[in-house]
């Protein structure tokens, strides 16, 4: 797997949608608002952009190749060159970027979104689970979370306190002990220690070399990016742990430098703990400090979003180096890992 460095590919312009509760409208609706809004700001025509990637989910939609609809969004002139996956917006981007280190094409289009609610996520994906022997129990991503924050506190890595803090963090005005004070959801886990999923989209223009720095004068460079996985079952893994966390952090290069931020895909507020222990943050790294996926949620772009984030404060000179992480599957089966940096 090419992890870097190999070719500068850089981050030249974002976009996403405002994540709505439940969007009445076709999810290419979503996809079009941030196409265009990447296209006005960038100035480039969509025949000048040579890759496009999309990630989304089918059987999130509820539909058999419901990703072809989206490319109503894209635009239907000219024929794009494009491909998908069936994951988070953050796989797409990992698969923009090794397309652009061949070297035949020098702009990619990446694209993450999702509407959730049609269905009822914590019985959709539970079909993320083996099909034989843990799907048919029904095993939703939600209780599998319970369960990992239950072996989190038993192993005296957190409290419950702990999971309160990291909840708080994402919601201004809360505080630990209010938190505390609320109903479980899915014990130990209390409702504001989940994400609740929404429906949304977020793009990115990623561009190499010369061409990032004619298109945006703060061009955010991509030094590395590594996905790894691990056993779908459970009782092979130590759940308190994420090795592949780790092995993806190392793969992308993240400790070759000081983190000045990271931003975190933890849909439930003990995988935090998990990552920033896996993940060897130091204490000077600002971790969320968008508020995470527990304060917004786009199902298939909280990933993407979170490449987005780290991006828009180092464009801004808040930071000039930090870390995207993106999960897939129950408790944080798989994780991947983006480190960028800016031109300054």
């Known amino acids: 797997m090419v992890n870097g460095p190999g070719r500068e590919i850089a981050v030249v312009a974002t976009a996403r949608t405002a994540v709505h509760e439940s969007f009445e409208g076709p999810e290419a609706v979503l996809v079009m608002e941030c196409v265009n ?8 025509d969509r025949r000048d952009v040579d890759f496009t990637i999309a990630g989304s989910c089918d059987y999130l939609a509820g539909a058999p190749f419901a990703f072809v609809l989206n490319l109503d969004g894209v635009g239907a002139w000219p024929p794009v060159y494009e491909s998908h996956v069936e994951m988070d917006g953050a796989w797409a981007f990992h698969e923009a970027w090794l397309r652009l280190q061949c070297g035949d094409v020098d702009t990619a289009l990446v694209i993450g979104s999702g509407r959730s609610s049609p269905g009822r996520p914590r019985e959709v994906l539970a079909l993320q689970t083996d099909p034989y022997t843990m799907a048919p129990l029904g095993l939703d991503p939600v209780s599998l979370a319970g369960l990992q924050a239950r072996a989190l506190i038993d192993a005296g890595k957190a409290t419950e306190r ?30 504001h220690d989940v994400a609740r999923p929404a429906d949304g989209a977020a ?25 790894r996985i691990e056993s779908h079952h459970l009782g092979l893994r130590d759940l308190t742990d994420s090795p592949s966390a780790r092995l993806a952090a190392e793969g992308a290069g993240a400790h070759d430098g000081p983190l000045d931020v990271a931003e975190l895909m933890a849909l439930h507020s003990h995988e935090e703990i998990i990552l920033r222990a896996a993940l060897g943050l130091a204490g000077t790294t600002v971790v969320n400090p968008s508020g995470g996926a527990l304060r917004s949620h786009p199902a298939m772009a909280t990933g993407l979003v979170r490449v987005i984030e780290v991006a828009r404060r180092i464009a801004a000179g808040e930071a000039e180096r930090g870390l995207a992480h993106a999960s897939s599957g129950p408790c944080l089966q798989h994780n991947l890992v983006a480190v960028l940096e800016g031109d300054r």
């Open 203 to 227: 793009a990115v223009l990623l561009a190499a070399g010369d061409r990032a720095r004619r298109l945006t004068g703060d061009p955010v460079w991509v030094r590395g990016v590594d996905q």
């Open 37 to 44: 809004d990447l296209l006005g700001r960038t100035g480039l």
């Open 162 to 191: 702990d999971l309160a803090e990291v909840a708080a963090r994402a919601r201004p005005g809360s505080g630990a002990g209010e938190l505390l004070r609320a109903p479980y959801w899915s014990a130990p886990l209390r409702r």
